[in-house]
């Protein structure tokens, strides 16, 4: 079990440039979530994965971010034509659900955007 | 709209002192509660997870409480240390949402001072 993992950790970019993280979840968990945190708030739930599928998005995720999880395996979130206000954290978690709904969400470190 | 609340934003305390850290949430309706620890640019640690049957879960000098019917979670740190500043946070997991995204409160950023 190697975690969750995020690349990459720091992205600098200009006002208008896209941007494209990716997170490799813990293997063999089926679900894999997307997060965005600001400066002194707690994440908040942008997209999940069921394996492959896209699930749910939050109305947060403007048609200028797309999220992918090719295979089931790894997931990349894109940002196009970025804002001052897509500056933060973005966290990706990942767990192995059964039906229950109680196995705990695993967390990677989080790529932090800035936008210039 | 589940609202998650923290109280207090920040905490300052002395090494050794015991310490409560609150949450509330406004819908009872949720499957579990899950308290994480995140260090400055880091990501979260989960730290404690309570199902909606239980009542408190331990692990080392962390003990979380949940009481559903008022909407209310305790995080007793026993015998504070300089490494256990951090910022805490509590999330919440709905019982009626399929997604089981985690709803998070804003924190509280806790120093012990050695």
């Known amino acids: 079990d190697t975690g969750v993992s995020q690349n990459p950790r720091h992205k600098i970019t200009k006002r208008g440039q896209n941007v494209t993280f990716r997170c490799d979840p813990i293997?063999?968990?089926?679900?894999l979530y997307w997060y965005r945190q600001t400066l002194g708030q707690g994440p908040e739930f942008l997209t999940y994965f069921q394996n492959e599928a896209q699930l749910e998005k939050s109305r947060l995720l403007s048609d200028r971010f797309s999220a992918e999880r090719p295979k089931g395996s790894f997931s990349t979130l894109e940002i196009q034509r970025t804002e001052q206000g897509d500056s933060a954290m973005y966290l990706c978690?990942?767990?192995?659900?059964?039906?229950?709904?109680?196995?705990?969400?695993?967390f990677g470190d989080g790529t932090r955007l800035s936008i210039l | 709209k589940q609202e998650v609340t923290q109280i207090p934003a920040a905490l300052s305390v002395p090494e050794g002192e015991n310490l409560v850290l609150n949450c509330s949430f406004t819908d009872s309706a949720i499957y579990n509660l899950q308290w994480f620890r995140q260090d400055p640019g880091k990501g979260l640690t989960s730290l404690l997870l309570i199902q909606s049957s239980q009542r408190e879960q331990t692990s080392g000098r962390l003990n979380a409480s949940l009481d559903k019917s008022s909407g209310r979670s305790t995080l007793y740190i026993a015998a504070s240390q300089p490494g256990d500043s951090a910022t805490y946070l509590c999330?919440?997991?709905?019982?009626?949402?399929?997604?089981?995204?985690?709803?998070f409160g804003s924190g509280t950023r806790l120093l012990v001072r050695p």
């Open positions: 293997s063999e968990h089926n679900r």
């Open positions: 999330a919440v997991r709905l019982r009626m949402d399929s997604s089981y995204k985690l709803i």
């Open positions: 978690a990942s767990s192995l659900e059964p039906s229950d709904g109680n196995q705990p969400q695993h």
